[in-house]
């Protein structure tokens, strides 16, 4: 009994936290009327950049779809991401909860431990490339559900899931978030602890702290295995307590903060209201893979294999190279793994990823350096790579493609997007440009969220 209480005000946290008080500003002093207008007035006389002031709107429209007081109940599925354990879509899904939400009022908050729900999942389904092979998992489910670094995609499979668990709620949203969110929150509240458990938990050391607690202090504190996330229920009362006592700037600056994390994929949203949804898609919430965009094109997806929590230890780089100076352009992609882990344990390992790298779909892999073997595949309107990487404990691997682009594509006209996956944290890169004449355009870089050159 304890447990479910404390999965429940665990993930009850989390769906105020993102979905109410990013808001708190404009729409908790509403009672009559709708807050998006009200939200535009107020946010117009805000000092901020005009990308910001219209995403903050974004999240008003969203406030209002919420807390209109229209007696219609909403119903979202939360799917709860380890990015410590990378996959396409953000991170491992070890639970989900069903959210229902009625005139702003939580009606109804279901939580479920996919190591159960996912045993309702008939077996027999061919999970993808390499799951079976290198996990040993012989079916696709829910918690790999996530294989697509497109989150449209993947919020129909988990949805499709659900289903084949029997699973009976119809949904109006699917929403997934990442472990980061936690660090986000306590950069405004400050640290905060815990009694009965040691330490504190801050901006640095959460993630890791509540890893540990729930992986093994609770053993060593002699706690059942059933009850080793009761850490979570306090956890989640404290940071609350702090999060609604926070003075007005400081709450301004966690709504900050929470954009940043939509912005940064670590919040994916997905709406079965097609006006709600293409709200989402402009202001770049809803993780998609951007299938129309007919000039350069580069995404970099990994997905963890067995390879515990070692994520966090991860450190990537990257280096792109387009050259223009010959008859066919030409690019060249470094990317660098440095595995900052010391030595093994129980959560970490030697890293192992599926890599894919998304391309222009016309594009021809000439050369490839320290992979293994190479599949080629066209997926969401691009053509990808795909190999396994390993990178040992405390060493760096360099990975190289050298690839022509497409013929048609000209110095002239050159525009570039690098789309960012979700769960990985900021990426330092370079991309240099070479013109006809051999001249470069040197650009350094973070990959923070998407990425435009124009």
Known sequence: MHTKKSNRNFILFWIIAILFLTGWYFFWQVKTKGVTSVASGFLDLLPMDAAKREKLKTVGYFADYLTTKDDQEKTFI???????????????IGSFGILKVKNGKITLLQTHDLSNFDGRVPDGIEPPYP????LKVASWKLRDSNWSPDFPTNAQKAEEFYYMGKGEEKFDGIIAINTNILTSFLKATGPVEIEGYPGTYDS?????????QVEQGAYDQGAKRGDRKLVMEPLAKSIIEKAYSLDNSKKLQLAEIILDDLNKKDIQLYFKDADLNSHAQLAGWAGEINSGWDNDYLAMVDANL????????MERSFEYRV????????????ITYNHSGKTKDWMTSDYLTYLRVYVPRESWLVDAKNIGD????DDLGKKYFGTIVTVKVGQSKTIEFDYDLPKNFSVSDYNLLIQKQSGVSDIPGKVTIVDKNGKE???????AGDWKFN
Do not use: H
Not at 78 to 92: D, T
Not at 204 to 212: C, D, F, G, I, K
């Open 306 to 313: 067995g390879s515990l929590k070692s994520d966090y230890f």
């Open 323 to 334: 050259d223009f100076s010959g008859d066919v352009p030409k690019a060249q992609l470094k």
């Open 374 to 377: 190479k599949k080629f595949v």
């Open 131 to 134: 799951i079976k092979e290198t």
């Open 78 to 92: 939360i799917l709860f991401q380890n990015n410590m354990e990378l996959r396409p879509g953000g991170g491992y």
């Open 204 to 212: 640095e050391n959460a993630v890791l702290n509540l890893e540990y």
């Open 441 to 447: 355009k040197v650009l350094n870089i973070t990959l």
